[in-house]
C-alpha cells in the first residue's frame, strides 16, 4: 500500500525559505515519477516540480532558479528559496506509478506572509 505523508510547510516571510519532506512507502522510486503540486485558494492543483525515476527533473515556469526538486531512497524534498506571497498555498506530494495510478498526500500549508 502505497503512503506518502508530508511534512516542512508553515509561515515563512517574503524572501525566506522552507524545506519540504515527503516521505513515501510502497512504492519502488526507480519506476515512479514523484512531484510536488499545490493548490492556493479559489485556484486549481498545478504542477510544481517533478523528478523521474531516473532522476530528470522539471519545474514549473514560476519556480525555476527558486525550487529545486529531490529524492532518497525514502523521501522526496522540495527546497522552497526566495519565497513570494503568490507560494501560498497547501502542497501535495504525487507519486504516479508506471500503470499511471496517482498516489497523494494530505497535503501541508504553505503561508508566505510579512
Known amino acids: 500500500q502505497v503512503q506518502l505523508v508530508e511534512s516542512g510547510g508553515g509561515l515563512v516571510q517574503p524572501g525566506g525559505s522552507l524545506r519540504l519532506s515527503c516521505a513515501a512507502s510502497?512504492?519502488?522510486?526507480?519506476?515512479?515519477?514523484m512531484g510536488w503540486y499545490r493548490q492556493a485558494p479559489g485556484k486549481q492543483r498545478e504542477l510544481v516540480a517533478r523528478?523521474?525515476?531516473?532522476?530528470s527533473t522539471s519545474y514549473a515556469d514560476s519556480v525555476k532558479g527558486r525550487f529545486t526538486i529531490s529524492r532518497d531512497n525514502t523521501k522526496i524534498m522540495l527546497q522552497m528559496n526566495s519565497l513570494e506571497p503568490e507560494d501560498t498555498a497547501v502542497y501535495y506530494c504525487?507519486?504516479?506509478?508506471?500503470?499511471?495510478?496517482?498516489?497523494w498526500g494530505k497535503g501541508t500549508l504553505v503561508t508566505v506572509s510579512a
Open positions: 504525487n507519486v504516479r506509478s508506471s500503470l499511471g495510478i496517482d498516489y
Open positions: 510502497g512504492i519502488t522510486f526507480s519506476r515512479v515519477f
Open positions: 523528478i523521474s525515476g531516473g532522476g
